[in-house]
């Protein structure tokens, strides 16, 4: 089955930085990659994704970037506000039928005022 | 705006109750998921239901049962659970559940369910 590592576990960045999470994925099958932000008590929220026929998507400070060859793709957040604290979620899915969203295991990230 | 909605928000079981959880979504979505999660992990996917018809059991023990008695609703029974099984449940929806599509999925608010 699918394997989805992702790295950094914690993340602190000044508020106005930069914030790069990184994940990679095992099945070179899987073609649907979405990114969750969770806070605490909340639900998973998702803020962007990505299929595998594209190679960078982005939606105001949020981008995702995705390298199929090296099975790897990034989340980034641009001029990070404190309200961007959160845990986020990469996740990795296979073609068919109702899609099994295989998960990474979360960065928390920390935006500091 | 998307919504999925759950029910309860919190539920305090026994080992020998029997309880149900329900989710409930009217986006027209044709997929709805349960996951489990754990605190400090990711969700965990239980069951997927495809138009109305159990698709996927990820080897969940039989002490909880999945129900879909519509498009739109979707349940959880639960019985003779265990203080391990405590955790938040989510439920997720997404549009279309054909062979070859890859839709967003959309989740609830969950049921923090705690076994006592």
């Known amino acids: 089955g699918e394997n989805v590592e992702q790295h950094p576990s914690t993340l602190s960045v000044q508020e106005g930085d930069s914030a790069v999470i990184k994940c990679t994925y095992s099945?070179?099958?899987?073609?649907?990659f979405p990114w969750y932000k969770q806070e605490l008590g909340k639900r998973p929220q998702l803020i962007i994704d990505i299929r595998s026929n594209v190679g960078e998507k982005k939606d105001q400070r949020i981008a995702v970037t995705l390298n199929k060859t090296a099975k790897h793709f990034s989340l980034h957040i641009t001029e990070t506000q404190p309200e961007d604290s959160a845990v986020y979620f990469c996740a990795a899915s296979i073609r068919g039928g109702a899609n099994n969203l295989f998960f990474g295991t979360g960065t928390r990230l920390t935006v500091i005022p | 705006d998307t919504e999925v909605t759950q029910t309860p928000k919190h539920l305090v079981m026994g080992m020998t109750n029997k309880k149900s959880l329900k989710c409930e979504q009217h986006?027209?979505?044709?997929?709805m998921y349960w996951y489990k999660q754990k605190a400090k992990k990711p969700p965990e996917l239980m069951f997927v239901?495809?138009?109305?018809?159990?698709?996927i059991n990820e080897s969940v023990p039989s002490r909880f049962s999945p129900e879909c008695p519509n498009s739109s609703l979707l349940n959880l029974h639960l019985h003779a659970l265990q203080p391990e099984d405590s955790a938040l449940y989510l439920c997720?929806?997404?549009?279309?559940?054909?062979?070859?599509?890859?839709?967003?999925?959309?989740f609830g608010d969950g049921t923090r369910l705690s076994i006592l």
């Open positions: 099945d070179s099958a899987s073609n649907y």
């Open positions: 986006m027209g979505h044709r997929a």
């Open positions: 239901y495809s138009y109305e018809k159990l698709s």
């Open positions: 997720a929806s997404s549009q279309d559940a054909r062979l070859d599509s890859n839709q967003p999925q959309h």
